[in-house]
C-alpha cells in the first residue's frame, strides 16, 4: 500500500466573542441538537450530528454542503473535555474511494468569559493532508469564520 498522506503545516487560529455566559457557549459546543445548528461554513446543513463529549468519546458530523460538495463525512475522537473551559479533538475526514481520511486535524477550543461573554479561542492544526484535500484546506480559513457566524447567530436565538 502506498502512503499518499503527507504532512501539511496548516494552522488556524481564530477568536470571537460572543454574547453569552461561557457555560451556554461550551454548551453550543458539545450538545449535539445544538451543534446541528451551526456546524460547517454558510448555507451548508448537518442531516448527521452525534457528539460524545468526553475523553475517547466520539464525534460523528455529516455536514451537506451545496454542489458539488454534497455529503461530506467527518469522524473524530475528544481528547480533552475539561467542563466549561477547553475542548480538544482530532478529526479525519474526507473519505477517499477507500474510506481513507484525505484530512487529519487537531481542534482545541478555549472558552473564557469575562462580563457575561464569552471569548472563544479555536486552532484547528492540519496533522496530515492529501493532494485532493487542497480545495478543503483552502477554504479552511473562511469555512470556520463563516461556521463561528452561525454560532454568534444561533447563541442570540
Do not use: Y
Not at 475517547?56 to 480533552?80: K, L
Not at 487529519?104 to 492544526?125: C, K, M, P, S, Y
Amino acid at each position: 500500500m502506498t502512503n499518499r498522506v503527507g504532512t501539511a503545516p496548516k494552522e488556524v487560529t481564530m477568536t470571537r466573542t460572543l454574547a453569552a455566559p461561557r457555560e451556554t457557549v461550551f454548551n453550543a459546543w458539545t450538545d449535539p441538537k445544538q451543534v446541528a445548528r451551526w456546524w460547517g461554513p454558510a448555507d451548508w446543513t448537518n442531516p448527521v450530528c452525534e457528539i460524545d463529549a468526553r475523553p475517547g468519546g466520539r464525534i460523528h458530523i455529516v455536514m451537506r454542503g451545496p454542489d458539488p460538495w454534497g455529503d461530506n463525512p467527518m469522524d473524530g475522537q475528544f481528547q480533552e473535555v475539561v467542563t466549561p473551559e477547553r475542548l480538544v479533538f482530532r478529526t479525519s475526514a474526507i473519505p477517499d474511494g477507500n474510506g481513507h481520511p484525505q484530512l487529519e486535524t487537531l481542534n482545541t477550543v478555549t472558552f473564557e468569559e469575562r462580563d457575561g461573554q464569552t471569548t472563544v479561542h479555536v486552532t484547528i492544526v492540519v496533522l496530515r493532508s492529501t493532494p485532493e484535500a487542497a480545495p478543503a484546506l483552502a477554504g479552511m480559513e473562511e469555512g470556520w469564520k463563516q461556521q463561528l457566524d452561525k454560532l454568534a447567530a444561533d447563541l442570540r436565538r
